[in-house]
DNA sequence: AGGGCTTTGTGAACGCGTGCACATGCGTGG
DNA sequence: CCACGCATGTGCACGCGTTCACAAAGCCCT
């Protein structure tokens, strides 16, 4: 056996589905529920099976054939793999409107992770309360990063401010960073990075609406003769 | 060559990469830079040339060997491609911190989307003014949807009432639905869903700073002897 | 006008993730 | 106490996405 810390690789793809089957186990127990199947996990998680029993062989052989999983026993083991046994303080850059509403995001401290601060550079924004928080100058990062032994950032300001947060968050010695701006940023090598981007999510929906739009009319139009050569529908 | 409305299909890892593409193009040609090659634009996007190069091949071949790309017509193609030659009337169910902040988005009305309306259950919010638009009641969704031929419904609510605002935009008549809130949502088939949850990105990142940290730990131990075994690190 | 330099477009190999199918092993009932 | 049934855990094959490496092709300079 690997010594417990060494712990075998998990696959980015199932670490990405994990924070999920948690979300959903959460539920479950909430519901009462203290055992089950890897083939309800993935009716609810809306994946298959067989990947919900391969993602769960990462952690440990933690179920039982013939029963399923016990779901207290599964939330405590993806817990502690997802490193949430402890609450992670967060740093917010960026106190406008989206900023605020992270801030105050239902599902954010109930779920281990708390506000550990929020900066912003517009000094009249600086002292007023955000959720329970107050807002410190953008000046004082690296303070509050050190004294709350913070190492995860988001960033939530306007995209032209985006690089200038991280590299501040960087400098501040936060080795994770959420990027909610719309533009991308670039960290040095050893820093984890996450986008979410609004617009890239809707344009990737658009895309597909058009698609969609696109077949519709082409179904109106085949009726219409001389198109020909067309060849099997996969 | 195939029909213009019939176009071969683009792997959906590269519908993702598009936008990103779109915006750091429009950056540059903002900046007045009128050609770029595949490797710059994988410089600027932090992917691999040849990614950039494959993927573009999927729009046509709108590059000039020696050349490289035209920035504005790229930009074109693009746009194009992702069905952003007209704009996308986006619905938000939800006039809460998170709708506001996301109705008020910058990079909203920007690139190719407008708010269409929002609508909410709590009567004391309808008739509000949210960036510009006014709150509707949740009960006059479908109307709103049909008025403006809304295919695009933003979900922002608490994550207890996510798959009611989903089911509602679906009965609505939306066909694709981007979901904040961070609870998973189900659709028939035919709708594509997008899931955008704070808390898993944040436990995502959680993750690889615990990994970290176990590193970190493990090199401070190293110096301790009678673990021995251990073979190549790989 | 032609050769060389540069960058695209893409064939082919590789690697990762997915899903099937089944052996393994645990609980249960007779 | 043993046999049966059921869900896990996993070897294997498949397919998609990524990356390399190079041929095709346009432009510039001599």
Chains 1, 2 share one sequence.
Request: avoid cysteine; aromatic fraction near 6%; proline fraction near 3%.
């Amino acid at each position: 056996m690997t010594s417990r810390s060494g712990r075998r690789r998990i696959p980015e793809a199932t670490v990405e589905r994990l924070p999920v089957y948690l979300r959903l186990l959460d539920e479950q127990f909430d519901a009462g529920v203290t055992r089950i199947s890897s083939e309800e996990i993935a009716e609810l998680a809306a994946v298959n099976a067989a990947k919900v029993r391969k993602d769960l062989s990462y952690l440990g052989s933690y179920g039982t054939r013939g029963v399923g999983y016990e779901v207290e026993f599964l939330l405590y083991q993806i817990k502690r793999e997802l490193g949430l046994m402890q609450e992670w303080p967060v740093v917010i850059v960026g106190a406008g409107n989206l900023g605020q509403a992270l801030a105050g995001y239902g599902g954010f401290m109930q779920r281990g992770f708390l506000v550990g601060g929020i900066v912003d550079v517009d000094s009249e924004k600086v002292g007023t309360d955000v959720g329970g928080v107050t807002v410190s100058h953008v000046d004082e990062l690296a303070g509050l990063v050190a004294a709350n032994d913070i190492s995860i950032g988001v960033v939530a300001t306007p995209g032209s401010a985006a690089q200038a947060a991280a590299d501040a968050l960087v400098a501040a010695g936060v080795s994770s960073i959420l990027n909610f701006a719309p533009h991308g940023i670039t960290a040095p090598h050893g820093i984890t990075v996450r986008e979410v981007d609004l617009s890239v999510e809707l344009q990737i929906l658009s895309y597909h609406e058009q698609r969609r739009a696109n077949a519709r009319r082409a179904a109106t139009l085949r009726a219409v003769p001389g198109a020909g050569r067309g060849g099997q529908v996969s």
